[in-house]
């Protein structure tokens, strides 16, 4: 009983910090699972997809009901990109062995610390949401998000890491509707990447349902807060904590390969 409560505590803050700046529960609660719980890499992986589909259940409802954070028509068109990749992922990694996935997503914790970091709002002269981008801008969105979800559906994180950026930096949309519209997108794109991990009897429902709980709640808390805290602050102590996991991603994957 004491590890369910456990589990459903790091699913309250994967989902909280997943709502929060749109990396979707994944990115926190995979390296909770495999480093905390200690569950393989792919029961992890598959656990963080779940967390991924609950932050934007959680979330994205939310979103939608505030109005102006969610860009749907736009968010309709990206995710079907993104599932095609995330179901290409949910199927290539079963080819993966556990090391690889470890080191591959210290790169990915490690490539999103900077982008929290280095990341800054749009400019004041920035294009608004419903001018159309150019075609080049669009291609480049497309190709960013099939790339977030190939390998979002590897590493069972949804492909926020990627989707955020390509909303925010190419696209020009303000982080805080990027990462909202992320966390909306994720939610469809995590399916076909899970059955994959279904398929190979890879979920853990004894580590998914009790972390499924605990991140449904995070994530309606972290919808609720997002609007009324300050992005800067928090992207820095999200990028301090993805780092602490990468550098402990890296020496178990080091260690055991």
Known sequence: ??????IGLGGFFAGLLGALVGLGGGIVAVPFVNLVVGASMHCAAAAGLISTLTVSCGA?????????FVQVDLALKVELVTAVGALGGGMAVGYLKGPVLQVLFAVLLLASALRL???RES????SPPDTPAPPKRIRTVYAMCLTAGFLGGILGVGGGFLIVPALHLVLALPFKSAAATSNFVMGMTAVP?????????QVDLGVAVPLAMGVLVGANLGAFLMPRIQTRALKWIFALLLLVAAGQMIYRGARSW
């Open 60 to 68: 994205a409802g939310r979103y939608l009901r505030k109005g102006g």
């Open 1 to 6: 009983m004491a590890e369910l409560w456990w």
């Open 193 to 201: 990447a899970l059955l994959g991990f279904a398929h190979r009897g």
């Open 117 to 119: 970091a280095l990341g």
């Open 123 to 126: 400019a004041g002269d920035a």
